[in-house]
């Protein structure tokens, strides 16, 4: 996400908050939350991470953002962790963090433009390309606002050797913009999710500092991968609040809500996307189409009044006069989504609650109830997670070190491994672990693999 758009960036005006609650709104919590400030998050740690990189000229530009998992299906201990750098490109790591192959992004088509820049991205298994089943990871590419496919080679895998190559049509055209020109404006492709139906393999993509959706289809020819829209839907960028008002998330000028965090159900075509200021959106596919939309939850800061420091270039929340009509389980910014599939329907939805550093865990069936709260703090082996973006989880055995499932978040402010720069990384959880530390366990249903129950967001 942008750093003008980072949780602190929504300073409090404290002159118009009562002293006691100074402390709450510190991390992130508001008088509509008070009632469920007893409920605290259970605590859980990694037992792996990926090697810190960093966000300068001398880390190449580096900055982790999206996690994907590719899971082996003749061997899950030999899966493999795919994240996004952004305009460093793509990593992909073993099960014990270490990096096994780093994918550039493309360079800039001309001195004006832009180079490529990469988002999100999400795995999906069996795609036919060249008559032959090809898993393949799909990358949103928000600088040149393109999808970039990439087939992942089970033998390179077993071999040791880099599993993902290129696989793109070089025709691929920009999924928003209406010109080379307008991508260099960078309302381009953002937030990426995929999903099979019925053999065919579909992409929903989100616009940066926009509030439509894309569906894609993706498309083969000649040994390569395109896509062609499928639908697209524009959705709510101010609402009418209980008591008859129009509220608007703030935002920087000629900016609107986006969304980024997003993941379908595998197996319901149901799609979960956060609008990073406003919530936790639940949107049935429905033959390959949009259906009607529901706000499943709403962040705290919904609905309360603000005002646009412009010499600070930052949001200014106006805390005090909160009405009251926000959620208690989400603080803004609503990011990384993904789903745990478990059988007859069952399983959770969890949601990054990237203002608090906490992650919100719903029912996967029915109206999604929500379960609980769940921070991941410093342990033996890795450091906490805190502003995570992207997350992803399986509940497939992935060996001696995740023998129950694995869930993989980005960790926005990783321990640097020296001096004090800014760094990020991912961090890996063991799903039992995360499990166990409810006081009524959540669900492990762990299982041999099944396509169905790798998503990410």
């Keep these: 996400m942008e750093a003008s758009r980072l949780p602190w960036s929504h300073r409090v005006d404290r002159t118009r908050v009562p002293a006691v609650l100074a402390a709450l709104l510190l991390v992130g919590s508001a008088p509509a939350a008070l009632a469920d400030s007893a409920a605290q998050p259970v605590a859980t740690t990694a037992s792996v991470e990926t090697p810190a990189v960093y966000d300068d000229e001398a880390g190449g530009d580096a900055d982790a953002d999206d996690p994907a998992v590719w899971v082996d299906p003749a061997d899950p201990s030999r899966s493999v962790v795919l994240g996004t750098l952004k305009n460093a490109g793509l990593d992909v790591y073993g099960l014990n963090g270490q990096r096994l192959q ?3 992004t493309p360079v800039a088509p001309s001195p004006d ?3 490529g820049r990469f988002n999100n991205v999400d795995v999906v298994y069996g795609f036919d ?26 033998k390179a ?41 019925d053999g065919d393999v579909y992409v929903v993509v989100s616009r940066r500092s926009e509030t439509r959706l894309k569906l894609l289809k993706l498309t083969a020819s000649n040994g390569k991968v395109g896509y062609r829209t499928a639908d697209t839907i524009d959705m709510p960028g101010s609402f009418t609040l209980p008591d008859g008002t129009r509220w608007t998330p703030c935002a920087d000028p000629g900016d609107r809500p986006q969304f980024e965090g997003m993941a379908v159900d595998q197996e319901t075509h149901v799609l979960y996307a956060a609008q990073e200021d406003v919530g936790l959106w639940r949107i049935p596919l429905d033959d390959a189409e949009f259906d009607k939309p529901a706000l499943l939850d709403k962040v705290r800061e919904y609905g309360v009044p603000w005002t646009y420091d412009a010499a600070e270039e930052e949001c200014v929340i106006d805390t005090a006069n909160d ?13 990384g989504i993904t789903v745990y599939h478990a059988a007859d329907g069952k399983g959770y939805v969890l949601a990054s609650s990237q203002g608090d550093n906490t992650f919100a865990v719903y029912q996967r069936d029915g109206r999604n109830a929500y379960v609980g709260q769940y921070e991941i703090t410093d342990g033996p082996a890795t450091d906490g997670v805190q502003e995570s973006d992207g997350a992803t989880v399986v509940n497939v055995p992935l060996g001696g070190a995740f023998p129950k499932g694995l869930l993989v978040t980005h960790d926005g402010q990783a321990t640097p491994e020296n001096g004090d720069r800014d760094a990020t990384n991912f961090k890996f959880v063991r799903w039992d672990t995360l499990a166990s530390a409810f006081p009524t366990p959540l669900t492990v249903d762990t299982r041999s693999f099944d396509p169905r129950d790798s998503n990410d967001g």
């Design 102 to 104: 780093h994918i550039a």
């Design 129 to 154: 390309l060249g008559g032959k089943k090809t898993d393949l990871a799909l990358v949103s590419d928000r600088g040149r606002d393109r999808i970039r496919i990439y087939a992942i080679d089970p």
């Design 323 to 335: 009405p009251g009509y926000g959620g208690t389980h989400l603080s803004a910014d609503a990011e």
């Design 113 to 115: 433009a832009e180079p």
């Design 157 to 197: 895998v077993a071999e040791g050797r880099p599993p993902l190559t290129d696989v793109t049509a070089a025709t691929v055209a920009p999924v928003f913009s209406a010109s080379e020109a307008a991508v260099d404006e960078q309302r381009t492709a953002y937030g990426l999710a995929a999903y099979v139906d």
